[in-house]
């Protein structure tokens, strides 16, 4: 699964890496006062903003937690969630084509969500019922945290799709995503069976164009699986979505 993960490169690196024009709101052209606002994070958890990269070579800012455009509107007291429905941060590569929450987005909300690396806990897993909902872990101080990072790239992207949804009638839709997760290549296994899908610089096309059909996301997946990853024990400060800063990924 992906639940927290980090994004520290400056605007100009985001903007080289994806040979973007300058980072503005939904990629438009538009004045400086309203370029899209970026700040590098450490620790970005679910229901906070994320960077996505969409087809055209242009950037926007999405809610971590897709909530499918069919979502009747109505909100959770004091939540921009949904009183009716519910939202998701991952989607299995497996099932994403055809689960009736997801299959939408695939088909036609493609993105990539930039990163750094990500985190994950090492601890005694359980499955739940749904499999595209988070597994039940024992309490995280039980757990140690590991920081995983691309071994040859400063800045990787990961599978997403998109919905935007109509909270109220009088109200601006919500631009939310969800990651989409694999299963773990060895070594990455030992501490968690699922990880992020990365899509390869090489089929970043294929993914934002929508020109990778159901039937071939395998070898997508196949490719993802031969990347190359390291990684680290980090302290327990990342536990909390509250804490911020490059410190959360130093060796414990």
Request: aromatic share 8%; with cysteine; net charge neutral.
């Given at each position: 699964?992906?639940?927290?993960?980090?994004?520290f490169?400056?605007r100009?690196?985001?903007?080289a890496r994806?040979?973007?024009?300058?980072?503005?709101?939904?990629?438009?052209?538009?004045?400086?006062?309203?370029?899209?606002?970026?700040?590098p994070?450490?620790?970005?958890?679910?229901?906070?903003?994320?960077?996505?990269?969409?087809?055209?070579?242009?950037?926007?800012?999405?809610?971590?937690?897709?909530?499918?455009?069919?979502?009747?509107?109505?909100?959770r007291?004091?939540r921009v969630a949904?009183?009716?429905?519910?939202?998701?941060?991952?989607?299995?590569?497996?099932?994403?084509?055809?689960?009736a929450?997801?299959?939408?987005?695939?088909?036609?909300?493609?993105?990539?969500?930039?990163?750094?690396?990500?985190?994950?806990?090492?601890g005694?897993?359980?499955?739940?019922?749904?499999?595209d909902?988070?597994?039940?872990?024992?309490?995280?101080?039980?757990?140690?945290p590991?920081?995983?990072?691309?071994?040859?790239?400063?800045?990787?992207?990961?599978?997403?799709?998109?919905?935007?949804?109509?909270?109220?009638?009088?109200?601006?839709?919500?631009?939310?995503?969800?990651?989409?997760?694999?299963p773990?290549?060895?070594g990455?296994?030992?501490?968690?069976?699922?990880?992020?899908?990365?899509?390869?610089?090489?089929?970043?096309?294929?993914?934002?164009?929508?020109?990778?059909?159901?039937?071939?996301?395998?070898a997508?997946?196949?490719?993802?699986?031969?990347?190359?990853?390291?990684?680290?024990?980090?302290?327990?400060?990342?536990?909390?979505?509250?804490?911020?800063?490059?410190?959360?990924?130093?060796?414990?």
């Amino acid at each position: 699964m992906c639940g927290r993960f980090g994004l520290f490169a400056d605007r100009e690196s985001i903007e080289a890496r994806y040979a973007l024009s300058p980072l503005r709101a939904g990629g438009a052209p538009a004045p400086a006062a309203t370029a899209l606002r970026w700040t590098p994070r450490y620790n970005i958890a679910p229901s906070q903003p994320v960077l996505a990269i969409l087809a055209g070579k242009t950037a926007t800012m999405m809610r971590w937690g897709l909530i499918p455009t069919s979502t009747p509107p109505g909100l959770r007291p004091g939540r921009v969630a949904p009183a009716h429905g519910r939202e998701w941060i991952n989607a299995r590569a497996e099932t994403v084509a055809t689960k009736a929450a997801f299959r939408a987005a695939f088909a036609s909300g493609r993105c990539l969500v930039p990163a750094s690396g990500y985190f994950e806990w090492e601890g005694k897993a359980e499955i739940a019922a749904d499999p595209d909902e988070p597994f039940r872990l024992t309490p995280p101080s039980a757990r140690r945290p590991h920081w995983y990072e691309r071994e040859d790239e400063a800045i990787f992207s990961m599978a997403g799709i998109a919905a935007e949804w109509q909270p109220e009638p009088d109200l601006e839709p919500i631009a939310t995503c969800a990651i989409l997760t694999a299963p773990a290549v060895p070594g990455v296994a030992a501490v968690h069976s699922r990880m992020p899908l990365v899509v390869p610089r090489e089929w970043e096309p294929l993914w934002l164009e929508g020109a990778l059909p159901a039937d071939r996301l395998q070898a997508l997946v196949d490719a993802a699986a031969k990347l190359s990853w390291v990684s680290r024990v980090v302290g327990d400060a990342v536990n909390s979505p509250r804490n911020e800063g490059a410190s959360l990924i130093q060796p414990r």
